[in-house]
């Protein structure tokens, strides 16, 4: 059972372009939702992340909008450079007992950004 | 790489044999988590910690156990390592005191090829 949904599974923009990932949840228990960046031969990173209660939230760059009653939310880059080629990953945070966590992944999105 | 050291980064080893992967880390987090990245899975949970000794199942936890011994390490095993346990392998930390809703850090990986 896929509980994060992400699409699309690759994409290539231009230089300067605005490419838009998607991700979709179904179990509403979820309530934290980062994104991660990942470039070859390297762990995840933390990009960026939202809390249901917020629509949208920017850094730099980088915009989530969180649609709740669709149980949707996307990452937006704004004028996207080479530099940003990588796979990106959508995660849902629920709480799962005692005092943990648990993060569940989409199964990611390779981004090309052309010069 | 947050204070996270996997060992080794590669290993090639033969179908049949014990392998032991080890994850370091020096930020005295309370949680650490072991993953496996597969393409089109993105990243799945094998096995957790959320204190020494204590240890929990992931979702794809079959043939591979975990210990932790001390805060700063934990080691996934596999028993008795099979081809369809070749894989990119990553391990993360984590501190619900330090971070909101488990923002998880990541290692840089270790790359393991059963033949």
């Known amino acids: 059972q896929q509980q994060v949904k992400q699409s699309p599974q690759s994409l290539i923009v231009q230089k300067g372009g605005i490419p838009i990932i998607n991700c979709a949840y179904e179990?509403?228990?979820?309530?934290?939702f980062p994104w991660y960046q990942q470039f070859p031969g390297k762990g995840p990173a933390l990009l960026i992340a939202?809390?249901?209660?917020?629509s949208e939230k920017k850094e730099g760059r980088f915009t989530i909008s969180f649609n709740k009653s669709a149980k949707q939310f996307s990452l937006h880059i704004m004028d996207s450079q080479p530099g940003d080629s990588a796979t990106y990953f959508c995660?849902?945070?629920?709480?799962?007992?005692?005092?943990?966590?648990?993060?569940?992944f989409g199964k990611g999105t390779l981004l090309t950004v052309n010069p | 790489d947050a204070g996270i050291t996997q060992s080794p980064r590669h290993k090639v080893t033969e179908t049949g044999t014990p392998v032991t992967l080890r994850c370091h880390q020096t930020?005295?987090?309370?949680?650490m988590y072991w993953y496996r990245q597969d393409p089109g899975h993105g990243l799945r949970l094998i096995h957790y910690?959320?204190?020494?000794?204590?240890?929990d199942k992931g979702e794809v936890s079959d043939g591979y156990s975990v210990s932790r011994s001390k805060t700063e390490d934990f080691l996934l095993t596999l028993e008795s390592a099979t081809s369809s346990q070749t894989s990119v392998y990553f391990c993360?930390?984590?501190?619900?005191?330090?971070?909101?809703?488990?923002?998880?850090?990541f290692g840089a990986g270790t790359r393991l090829s059963v033949l």
């Open positions: 993360a930390i984590s501190d619900l005191y330090r971070e909101a809703k488990n923002i998880q850090y």
């Open positions: 179990n509403t228990a979820f309530d934290y």
């Open positions: 939202i809390r249901p209660d917020v």
């Open positions: 995660a849902a945070s629920r709480y799962s007992g005692g005092s943990n966590y648990k993060l569940t």
């Open positions: 930020e005295n987090h309370r949680y």
């Open positions: 910690s959320y204190g020494v000794k204590d240890t």
